[in-house]
């Protein structure tokens, strides 16, 4: 069955993931809040919310998970060559705010959003606890794409990416992979599989061994990074495995 979740209890357990449905795909919990507290508590436990416009707050625990692990980050030729170019600044939590709400817009083939406004809100707060974390890709002094996401422990968990502009969204997510690597982060969840996720090296990991590395890397002392960078050195980074 479906736990209900009391949003007048931010700190209450949520319900051991095993208990998610199997259709849809890891459906867990519906309701309570979007506050600080039950985000960390969810992303702790491999849980994530994830709901459309008009319906209540859905809590997800798919199986399996999407991971990628930094320095497995695949580089086609054509990205490797517009690495070398270098057309666009990269950087690191200086636009959060821009790049949630690039998150945010419609695509181009639907109107629709999943990212409402009491999620932006949430991840909004997140980043000013600093817990989430965003990759800007300038061209000029226009945002043309990125991605954000919360760290924890040596574990990023990506939320969402966008692009205005060709491959964007691909560099923001090499440039993650650089700085997570030198840093000694060990996985990011991708949260359900997508080809475009795929052609990247992202790769499928079962829910009960994503929840054995989830739980070891989270309680990792965090590494003595910087976020807030106004540039990141994009290398054509060559993977060491």
Same mark, same amino acid.
């Given at each position: 069955?479906? /736990?209900?979740?009391?949003?007048?209890?931010?700190?209450?357990?949520?319900?051991?993931?095993?208990?998610?449905?199997?259709?849809?795909? +890891?459906?867990?919990?519906?309701? +309570?809040?979007?506050?600080?507290?039950?985000?960390?508590?969810?992303?702790?436990?491999?849980?994530?919310?994830?709901?459309?416009?008009?319906?209540?707050?859905?809590?997800?625990?798919?199986?399996?998970?999407?991971? #990628?692990?930094?320095? %497995?980050?695949?580089?086609?030729?054509? #990205?490797?060559?517009?690495?070398?170019?270098?057309?666009?600044?990269?950087?690191? =939590?200086? =636009?959060?705010? +821009?790049?949630?709400? *690039?998150?945010?817009?419609?695509? %181009?083939? /639907?109107? =629709? /959003?999943? #990212?409402?406004?009491?999620?932006?809100?949430?991840?909004?707060?997140?980043?000013?606890? *600093?817990?989430?974390?965003?990759?800007?890709?300038?061209?000029?002094?226009?945002?043309?794409? +990125?991605?954000?996401?919360?760290?924890?422990? %040596?574990?990023?968990?990506?939320?969402?990416?966008?692009?205005?502009?060709?491959?964007?969204?691909?560099?923001?997510?090499?440039?993650?992979?650089?700085?997570? =690597?030198?840093? *000694?982060?060990? #996985?990011?969840?991708?949260?359900?599989?997508?080809?475009?996720?795929? %052609?990247?090296?992202?790769?499928?990991?079962?829910?009960?061994?994503?929840?054995?590395?989830?739980?070891?890397?989270? /309680?990792?002392?965090?590494?003595?990074?910087?976020?807030?960078?106004?540039?990141?050195?994009?290398?054509?980074?060559?993977?060491?495995?």
């Amino acid at each position: 069955m479906i /736990t209900f979740l009391d949003p007048d209890q931010p700190t209450e357990p949520f319900p051991p993931v095993d208990q998610a449905e199997t259709e849809p795909n +890891g459906l867990l919990a519906i309701g +309570g809040d979007l506050s600080v507290p039950r985000l960390l508590n969810a992303y702790r436990n491999g849980i994530f919310p994830w709901f459309n416009p008009g319906e209540p707050i859905l809590w997800w625990s798919p199986d399996p998970r999407a991971v #990628l692990i930094p320095r %497995r980050v695949h580089l086609s030729r054509s #990205l490797r060559k517009l690495i070398r170019k270098q057309p666009f600044r990269i950087s690191l =939590d200086q =636009d959060f705010s +821009g790049v949630i709400l *690039g998150c945010a817009a419609p695509r %181009r083939d /639907t109107r =629709d /959003t999943w #990212l409402v406004d009491a999620m932006i809100a949430a991840y909004q707060e997140l980043h000013r606890a *600093g817990w989430a974390h965003s990759v800007e890709v300038w061209q000029g002094e226009t945002l043309v794409g +990125g991605l954000y996401g919360v760290a924890l422990g %040596r574990m990023f968990f990506g939320e969402s990416m966008f692009s205005r502009a060709s491959n964007a969204s691909k560099l923001a997510l090499v440039a993650l992979c650089q700085v997570l =690597d030198a840093w *000694g982060y060990g #996985l990011i969840d991708c949260q359900v599989a997508s080809e475009h996720l795929s %052609r990247m090296g992202a790769m499928q990991m079962p829910r009960p061994q994503f929840l054995q590395v989830l739980k070891h890397l989270c /309680t990792q002392p965090a590494p003595q990074q910087q976020w807030k960078q106004e540039q990141i050195p994009l290398l054509e980074w060559l993977p060491s495995v």
